[in-house]
């Protein structure tokens, strides 16, 4: 191995594994500009009658993801994502007085992979048994798998109804109404969500995401150290404003590879020093726990 630990560290032996071989990976740095924002009827009410808004605050709810077999590229994968955010927005109204409401925004993005072929038909001694059991057949696709941290709350911006207003390079069919959306992120809000309204909110958020795609399959390996993608999501370019500031912005590696090892005080940083025994010698135990295997 290039990156060979010596030692007692080393592998002693090598075994036959059953997992989940990552046949391609990309990662995307992204500002999703103008996402239209779905409010309850409630919050709807506040907004038609508010003066300004800020963004304050916004989580991933959920990453809904679909792997499609490109026609005529052999081996290749489209994978299809639609993201669904919480928001939160402070509104000011006329008089000065200021409250925060949370909504909904989608965003849509898709991204071609390597996924080889797989011709076998899969079958397990723990599917078996006495009760219904459905005969099927089914292509055998590679698994889409989407990792992604809450976004950065780039920008709001409040404006009259106006379907010309806000063209959005997000904009798409699975992501123009919340009456499609996933029955636990529509859970989210108890109140439901409204389209109509005299005024709208759109959202900038800066996304960071990990796609890769994964077979079942038997391996021989030992295992070492995390793998980042070097590869760049192709996608659509950002405009200027908070996305020529959101460009600036590292991408947060740490945040998707938590540390290998904590010192007996829980930290993560133990430095050189022996503040958690002789610290400055030693080798992280091999994970067992791959993020991009999991």
């Keep these: 191995?290039?990156?060979?630990?010596?030692?007692?560290?080393?592998?002693?032996?090598?075994?036959?594994?059953?997992?989940?071989?990552?046949?391609?990976?990309?990662?995307?740095?992204?500002?999703?500009?103008?996402l239209r924002v779905y409010f309850s009827a409630p919050a709807q009410e506040l907004i038609d009658r508010a003066n300004n808004v800020k963004l304050k605050d916004a989580q991933v709810l959920y990453v809904d993801t679909d792997v499609e077999k490109i026609q005529f590229n052999k081996c290749y994968y489209n994978v299809n994502m639609t993201f669904y955010f919480r928001v939160t927005v402070e509104i000011w109204d006329g008089c000065g007085a200021t409250t925060c409401v949370d909504g909904l925004?989608?965003?849509?993005?898709?991204?071609?992979?390597?996924?080889?072929?797989?011709?076998?038909?899969?079958?397990?001694s723990k599917d078996s048994g006495c009760g219904n059991i459905k005969l099927s057949r089914s292509?055998?696709?590679?698994?889409?798998?989407?990792?992604?941290?809450?976004?950065?709350?780039?920008?709001?911006?409040?404006?009259?109804?106006?379907?010309?207003?806000?063209?959005?390079?997000?904009?798409?069919?699975?992501?123009?109404s919340p009456s499609n959306v996933p029955e636990l992120v529509g859970g989210a809000f108890a109140e439901g969500l409204v389209e109509n309204g005299q005024k709208r909110v759109y959202a900038t958020l800066g996304l960071?995401?990990?796609?890769?795609?994964?077979?079942?399959?038997q391996l021989l390996i030992p295992s070492y150290d995390f793998c980042i993608p070097e590869k760049n999501c192709v996608g659509a370019g950002c405009g200027d404003d908070p996305c020529s500031f959101f460009e600036k912005l590292d991408f947060p590696i740490d945040a998707f590879f938590p540390p290998s090892h904590c010192c007996d005080n829980g930290s993560s940083s133990c430095g050189d020093d022996d503040s958690c025994g002789n610290r400055s010698d030693f080798i992280p135990p091999v994970s067992s726990t791959n993020p991009f295997g999991k």
């Design 1 to 34: 191995m290039a990156n060979d630990r010596g030692g007692a560290h080393r592998p002693s032996e090598s075994v036959c594994v059953q997992t989940d071989k990552i046949y391609d990976s990309c990662k995307s740095k992204e500002c999703a500009e103008d």
């Design 105 to 124: 925004c989608m965003y849509c993005k898709n991204a071609m992979l390597f996924g080889s072929e797989g011709c076998s038909y899969v079958f397990s």
């Design 139 to 176: 292509a055998n696709m590679p698994t889409a798998i989407v990792e992604t941290i809450d976004p950065v709350a780039l920008d709001c911006k409040l404006t009259e109804m106006c379907c010309d207003c806000h063209n959005s390079v997000s904009d798409c069919k699975c992501c123009s």
């Design 208 to 217: 960071f995401i990990f796609i890769r795609l994964q077979r079942n399959t």
